[in-house]
């Protein structure tokens, strides 16, 4: 995509379930009269099961896949259920499930590029999760940066105006002046080694059930 400094671009990755899938489990299992909204106690109850979720692992395509597959007729896999497994694992699963997916696309832009990214930063609602962000953390084995601002894109376009209008010289210098981090989370050596094993099942997964995904969405059944 084009960018907003003159001769560079933007690269984008694409996930269509995302943290969507935390506020799909909270509205279908959570507490009825949060409605979807965050509830403090799953979150501790997930972050209290170990890392991995006892081998309980999600493929979180509830609305298709997109980098780096772009399949319509994927659908979402959690694999491994046991009799240990609660509501707490399932909600842990669908978080790791989306750090692993995003650690795909992590893997497939830097190849792309040929240089590794050293600054990840984290923003919007699930950035005010801490057991969220130490997920995304470990799985990406690096340092993330969490945005103060829960509207980066506003924050964003305001950098932009402000540099139209010469109240900055460079956009960089705009958005430097605008942006700011609350916290850095560090990945921990044990759960990022536990997420680097996982990773080697969790990318076979697709390339494994995809036949099967398509011929259950092409059933003539309602």
Do not use: K
């Not at 830097?110 to 130490?134: C, D, F, K």
């Amino acid at each position: 995509m084009i960018s907003a400094i003159p001769g560079q671009s933007t690269v984008e990755t694409f996930s269509s379930s995302g943290t969507y899938l935390s506020t799909w489990f909270r509205q279908q299992f959570g507490d009825p009269e949060l409605a979807g909204a965050p509830d403090p106690e799953l979150e501790r109850a997930a972050a209290a099961v170990p890392v991995g979720s006892e081998r309980l692992l999600t493929l979180p395509y509830w609305n298709a896949a997109q980098t780096p597959h772009w399949d319509g007729q994927a659908s979402g896999v959690t694999l491994g259920w046991q009799g240990c497994h609660t509501r707490a694992h399932f909600y842990r699963s669908l978080l790791e499930g989306i750090a692993l997916e995003l650690r795909l696309q992590l893997d497939g832009l830097e190849a792309a590029r040929g240089e590794r990214v050293e600054v990840i930063r984290a923003m919007g609602g699930g950035a005010r999760s801490p057991l969220w962000t130490q997920i995304l953390a470990d799985v990406f084995d690096r340092p993330l940066e969490v945005c103060a601002s829960g509207e980066v894109s506003a924050l964003g376009a305001a950098a932009v105006a402000l540099t139209a209008i010469g109240a900055f010289d460079t956009l960089p210098a705009a958005a430097a002046a605008v942006s700011r981090t609350d916290a850095v989370v560090t990945p921990r050596s044990d759960a990022a080694a536990t997420y680097r094993q996982l990773r080697a099942v969790y990318e076979r997964v697709y390339t494994q059930t995809r036949d099967l995904l398509h011929t259950l969405h092409d059933l003539p059944i309602t």
